[in-house]
C-alpha cells in the first residue's frame, strides 16, 4: 500500500490510497490475538477521522473509509472485513495488483 500511495500521482489517487492505508491499519487493530484495546481504536479512529476530513478524496472513497473508520472501533473483525472490503471495491481503480493483495490478505486475516 505504501508503494502505491508513494507512486500515486499528488493530489487525489495518493490521498486515496493513503486513507486507504491509513483504513487497513486501523483494520488490523482488529485482528486477534494482538487486538488494540477500545479506547486505542477509539483514539486511532478519531485521529483519523480528523485526518480524512482535511484531504481532498472523493465521495465513494470518503464515504467507504469513514464507515470502515467507524467500524473499527467495535472490535468486530467480521464487521470490519465487511467495511474493508467495501473499501477495496470502492478504490479499485486506484489500487495496484500488489496493494489490492495486501488489503485481500487483511481480510482473509480478519474474517478468520
Known sequence: MAVAAGRAAIGGPR??????????RLAAG????????VAQRRARADAARHWLGTIAIPGAPKIALTR?????????AEAVAAALAKVTDVTAPYLDRAARSELDSLRLALAL
Open 30 to 37: 482488529a485482528i486477534a490475538p494482538h487486538a488494540l484495546t
Open 15 to 24: 490521498e486515496v490510497l493513503l486513507g486507504v492505508l491509513l483504513g487497513a
Open 68 to 76: 470502515l473508520i467507524d467500524i473499527t472501533v467495535s472490535g468486530n
